[in-house]
Structures are given as structure tokens and as C-alpha cells.
DNA sequence: AAGTGGTCCAACCGCTCCCAC
DNA sequence: AGTGGGAGCGGTTGGACCACT
């Protein structure tokens, strides 16, 4: 059977999104949300098609995009969470709040893939010099930790966490669970621990959403390192 | 200054999954 | 249970940009 094309392909624009279609789509969805993709660029009246809007949307638009390098930290989590979890880039994502999948395929195979299995490609003196520029970017921006302890807390290893107190971190474990059994898909409350949300709302609005001060940082990727944790034990269950 | 090669990243493609009917 | 449509995902590509020669 061929397969339907996701859209009327003729006549619809490809390519990079003009600041204007950007603004129609931001538009319309901040008016109408985005219920049904392929009926949005008829209805916001662009002509893209519903793929490439949703695409643009989540990957580009989206609100609670942050934008900028991704920090020692980041990039730590992604490397464990790629040796935990392989490339299902939506499951990371959803550990690393502001992040896409996109973004953080980009990042993998442009230097975290040769970070994370030296053995396999040399750096180059290019990636190097850029790796350099990002690492003396971070410093600059980067507080100071609030103490010592704190930070070998932050950098410390996936396997390494496992065995910190439990009520350091704060982590509700019993209340995670997994929309549809499909692993990597996180509930809502997720959301409403990790993004700092009052969970006395009734739902989550991404929009809101601030990245956590500095300080509770430390709390931020404990928890998402011990959700991690929690992915393989399920999988492991499941196997 | 021009040419070349490497890097980065936005966007596309095609496949799979999920769900309604 | 089977089918079709929509959404989501991962792989890949193309072009802009930058550094080096």
C-alpha cells in the first residue's frame, strides 16, 4: 500500500521559516493551541505543512526552549542517559527541561559521541578549540558552587548517585509513573517536581516555566539522574 | 583576499507507534 | 481484529558560518 503523503505537498513552502511565519504560528497557537497539526497551517494560514509546523514549533518556538550552550552538567547527564537509554533522543529530552530532542541529537553526534567513546574518533583540533570555547563561556557565566560538597554532588557519575539519601534529593519516587507503559514517557508530575511548579495547579503550563535558580541545581539533576535509575529498573522488570 | 575543509544546526524524510473507528 | 490517519521519533541532509592555509 502506498503510503499517504502527510500533506498536499504542492504548492507548500519548505525550507528556513521566515521571522513573519514564525510570528503566525506563535500566534495562532498562543490563541487556539495546537490540537491538530495537520489542519493548523490551513486554519493559521501558512503554507507549511503540519509536520513542519509542529517541528518548527517544538524544536525552535516553543517558550520554554532554552537557548544557549549546553552546560558540564547537561552534557554529563546526556552521556549517562545515552548509555542507559540509546538514541531514543525524546526519552533524554525529557530528562533535560528546555532541551529538544533535535538539540541534543545535534549535540551527540557533533562532539558528545567522540567525548563519550574516545577510543572510537580522535578529536579534532577544531572541535577541540570549540569544546575550549564553551568550557571558558560556562566559567565566565557559571557562580561558584555554594560549597565544595555541593558540586562533587552535581558532577558525580549516574552510578554514583544511586547511593546518596534518598531524601536529599526530595524525589516522590512512589508517585512516577508512565503514561501508556512506555518507557521514557514521563507523567505530568514529573513536570511538576523537576520545572519547580506549584503542584496545586491544574495542569502544567510549560509557558511559565524558569530554569531553576543556580543554587537548587544540585537537586534538579539528582532527580533526574534517579529517574534515570528508575527507567532501567523498569526496563529491566519488564525484561 | 580567496579557497578549502570542518563544524554546527535547522529542517526534511520516512518509518513506527498509537488510537479511533 | 483490521485499517487508516495523525503524531512522534530518529536518521540524514544542506547550507551557513568559521578557521585555517
Not at 503566525?24 to 490563541?31: S, T
Request: proline letters at 5%; aromatic letters at 8%; hydrophobic letters at 30%.
Amino acid at each position: 500500500m502506498v503510503r499517504a503523503p502527510c500533506c498536499e505537498k504542492v504548492g507548500l513552502k519548505k525550507g528556513p521559516w521566515s521571522p513573519e511565519e514564525d510570528q503566525i504560528l506563535v500566534d495562532y497557537i498562543k490563541r487556539n493551541g495546537h490540537g491538530n497539526w495537520r489542519a493548523l497551517p490551513k486554519l493559521a494560514g501558512l503554507l507549511r505543512c503540519g509536520k513542519s509546523c509542529r517541528l518548527r514549533w517544538t524544536n525552535y518556538l516553543r517558550p520554554d526552549i532554552k537557548r544557549g550552550n549546553f552546560t558540564k552538567e547537561e552534557e554529563d547527564a546526556i552521556i549517562s542517559l545515552h548509555a542507559k537509554l540509546g538514541n531514543r533522543w525524546s526519552a533524554i529530552a525529557a530528562s533535560l527541561p528546555g532541551r529538544t530532542d533535535n538539540e541534543i541529537k545535534n549535540i551527540w553526534h557533533t562532539y558528545l559521541k567522540k567525548r563519550a567513546n574516545p577510543e572510537e574518533e580522535e578529536e579534532t583540533p577544531a572541535s577541540k578549540k570549540k569544546k575550549q570555547q564553551r568550557d571558558d563561556a560556562e566559567s565566565k557565566l557559571k557562580p561558584e558552587p555554594v560549597s565544595s560538597d555541593s558540586s562533587s554532588v552535581v558532577s558525580a557519575s549516574y552510578s554514583d548517585l544511586s547511593s546518596l539519601d534518598n531524601d536529599s534529593g526530595n524525589v516522590a519516587r512512589e508517585e512516577m509513573s508512565f503514561s501508556s507503559g512506555k518507557i521514557g514517557t514521563f507523567d505530568e508530575r514529573f513536570w511538576f517536581e523537576s520545572l519547580w511548579v506549584d503542584d496545586s495547579a491544574e495542569s502544567v503550563d510549560l509557558t511559565s516555566f524558569e530554569a531553576p535558580p543556580a543554587a537548587e541545581e544540585k537537586g534538579f539533576w539528582l532527580k533526574v539522574f534517579r529517574e534515570a535509575e528508575d527507567l532501567e529498573n523498569l526496563t529491566q522488570e519488564r525484561d
